[in-house]
């Protein structure tokens, strides 16, 4: 399997005619040695993919570590004598590379002053490399997504009025790492007019009657992410509120059905604009104001990967993509609704990973 | 307390002949504005600080937020048509600024391309920028601190022959988020011969009589770290493991006592260099191998950050400084022993702030 994903950026150098590729976000090294222990806030290591080798640039402290998990990449330690610049020229040395591809998203300036002398240093996104997802790793974002249903599920038992925002986080957070797993981002939750915060962060607000609960919270098992939202009521919503409801209901639907027609008609990669552009219909036939943000995102080993889905954008949905549809509708400084399932297409079309119900759910007292 | 610490930034732009400063790491743009919720591992806002003004330049998703918990600021919105180089650009053209300064450590190569027109770019380092702490932060360090304490306290009620290391660190995260706190980092619980790897990630592997417990955990308040170590041992350690613990004790006794004795002759600004050394001398004395480690590090909002506490610099210990003091004995393949703890400089010269025992505790069945 890493075998198959060196040869796929050793394609992508060739393609550009560069020699090598310095890698050096967390979530590309695990991804092309199954390494997972580097913190991402700090930098502790680089894969350097050249045609001839894979060589693991790193710390003493990994050194262990690095020849247990990954024992296909050679490993080249850096110390006080060595420090990754001099462990690089070696290898340029001899094998004779001229370019080198970087990650230009994640290399800081420093990086790039420092490295700059060595070779061609050649910026690259690689935003696309992850974005078609193996069976190995589809299985593993399901085995995530079952897991954010059970813990929606048994969110909705400790929910009550007057329980606070971060009590709710607190108590979904004991859950998942009770299941040997984690949070895939730190858990939204508001209440009232906090849901109309798309990135609300739980405070010590009270849940009141009339008010929305919005949730949206992510697990994360061996490395593979979910990502889910659903939003409740806090005793008996009105006529208006309920329309709402139904709206943001009609309108993940809308861009739902979209991809699956599109499929039928034999479209095989679905301009992700256009099912933004179907979900968005339904809001302005209501009247309603269109949700300030894209109506999903790819994911993977990060919440947010490629493709993207947004009406900004020109990618699209293949065999193989996992992605979400979340429209929202929000009323600053009152409030806001989202739901957001994930989806995967497989060899029979778009199918949906996330199982929770998305009837209005109403917590009384 | 924000205003003071804008002031100490526009200084140091002065000082380097600077116009303003872009601030981009989480943990300054917390230090100046009292903002923490963007997600270090993601670019959700930047902080722009010229002579006349704080512009937070950042998405409509975090505008509520910013403006409830940092009012000081003046807001600037992305959009669709005006990303942070319009944003920035507006500004510098306004107060004619002719140069800025950055942190080349954060930077990534794709912003210093996106910005690199609009003025001249200066790389900093702000190492030094948060390395003296006032008395508020040093009060929450001490509250990180006691829970790391507590946290090792009931540790040591939960080890027993046959738990795993991955149990050990679910409960202890569980204990710390249970008191409405987080892990600064993830925990280090390593037996036997895993203790030797010095960033071990916790395993499947269960305790058995004959061992050592290595713990390096770090709890986090209101996002001020503690750090600390304790090895422990299951069953009877034999004379020679006694001796190992005893020495890596004496080891850290002998760097306090260096960093006490120079304070009180007088030196205000101790050298790290001189205080490993005062660590390092005591394993030679007993031939023991020397830690392929820094002796310690600054801690703060970072649980890495200036100064550096190692023979390898010219950082100095001075009032206002926390940093840690970490020794440790290591043999590959068999057993490894550290014992870290925390330390202020204050007024009346070096303090430690972690009180947990040093006695080497024995667990048995």
Chains 1, 2 share one sequence.
Request: net charge negative; glycine share 6%.
């Amino acid at each position: 399997m890493f075998e198959e994903r060196l040869n796929h950026l050793r394609l992508i150098c060739e393609k550009n005619t560069v020699d090598a590729f310095l890698v050096s976000t967390t979530y590309n090294i695990f991804y092309l040695t199954g390494f997972a222990d580097y913190i991402a806030d700090e930098r502790e290591g680089f894969l350097f993919v050249t045609k001839k080798g894979v060589y693991m640039l790193t710390s003493p402290l990994y050194s262990d570590a690095v020849k247990r998990i990954a024992p296909h990449v050679t490993l080249l330690l850096t110390s006080s004598e060595a420090w990754y610049t001099d462990l690089l020229k070696n290898i340029i040395e001899k094998e004779n590379i001229k370019s080198i591809g970087f990650e230009d998203q994640d290399l800081r300036y420093v990086e790039y002053e420092e490295f700059y002398n060595l070779a061609e240093l050649v910026p690259f996104t690689l935003r696309d490399f992850r974005k078609h997802k193996n069976k190995e790793e589809i299985e593993a974002i399901e085995k995530a997504c079952t897991l954010a249903d059970e813990l929606f599920t048994y969110t909705q038992t400790i929910i009550k009025p007057g329980i606070s925002e971060k009590e709710v986080a607190l108590e979904m957070e004991l859950f998942v790492r009770h299941h040997h797993a984690h949070l895939s981002f730190p858990s939204i939750v508001a209440f009232g007019t906090n849901s109309a915060a798309i990135h609300h962060v739980p405070t010590d607000k009270k849940l009141m009657i009339g008010e929305f609960i919005l949730l949206d919270f992510g697990t994360k098992i061996h490395n593979y992410c979910a990502d889910i939202s659903r939003t409740l009521f806090c005793g008996t919503p009105t006529d208006e509120q309920k329309k709402m409801y139904e709206t943001v209901k009609k309108a993940q639907q809308a861009a739902i059905d979209f991809t699956k027609e599109k499929w039928k008609s034999g479209e095989k990669a679905i301009g992700t604009h256009d099912v933004d552009n179907a979900a968005r219909m339904i809001f302005e036939k209501n009247t309603f104001p269109s949700f300030p943000h894209s109506l999903g995102h790819g994911i993977g080993l990060e919440v947010h990967e490629a493709p993207a889905v947004s009406r900004n954008t020109k990618d699209t949905l293949d065999a193989g993509t996992i992605y979400t549809i979340e429209p929202g509708l929000y009323f600053s400084g009152q409030e806001g609704i989202r739901i957001e399932d994930m989806f995967v297409i497989d060899e029979h079309g778009p199918r949906q990973l996330t199982h929770s119900t998305k009837e209005l759910i109403v917590i009384n007292a």
